[in-house]
């Protein structure tokens, strides 16, 4: 299967941590025979402090757009848990929810679709 370009704007190292506007390619791999339909997607993350827009482009062309917000727990034992909703004009969703490691630079989680497919998120 091929890579599905994506651009999602979305957590991610100094996005965590105020320090303004930053970007940075997600990895999205499947995990699930829907997903597995789709194939790899390949995600590109915008934002800043804790907060913004996300936005992913499904192989068809349809566009998902919604927000993402990072909840800082400010503890060296704790890692922050960042959650992102989309909704595309069909209605599918996009509900992701990814754990950031104590430096905010990696982390990873999940992407669960309305329509069944799940996807494992790297960062």
């Given amino acids: 299967m091929r890579a599905i370009g994506v651009w999602v704007i979305f957590a991610a190292s ?8 930053a970007s ?7 995990e699930n025979a829907k997903a597995q339909a789709i194939g790899p997607l390949n995600a590109y993350v915008k934002g800043k402090y804790g907060s913004g827009v ?10 998902l757009e919604g927000q993402f917000e990072v909840k800082a727990r ?13 909704k595309g004009p ?3 969703t996009v509900r992701c929810e990814v754990t950031n490691d104590r430096a905010n630079t990696h ?8 329509d069944g497919a799940e996807y494992r998120v790297v960062y």
């Avoid at 400010?74 to 989309?86: C, E, I, K, Y």
């Fill in 14 to 21: 100094p996005l965590l941590l105020g320090a303004g506007p």
């Fill in 24 to 30: 940075r390619i997600l990895a999205l791999y499947p």
């Fill in 54 to 63: 996300i936005s992913l482009k499904l192989p068809g062309g349809e566009i």
């Fill in 74 to 86: 400010r503890s060296a034992d704790v890692h922050d848990p960042a959650l992102a909703n989309m």
């Fill in 90 to 92: 069909s209605g599918i």
């Fill in 107 to 114: 982390g990873s989680g999940v992407c669960r679709f309305s």
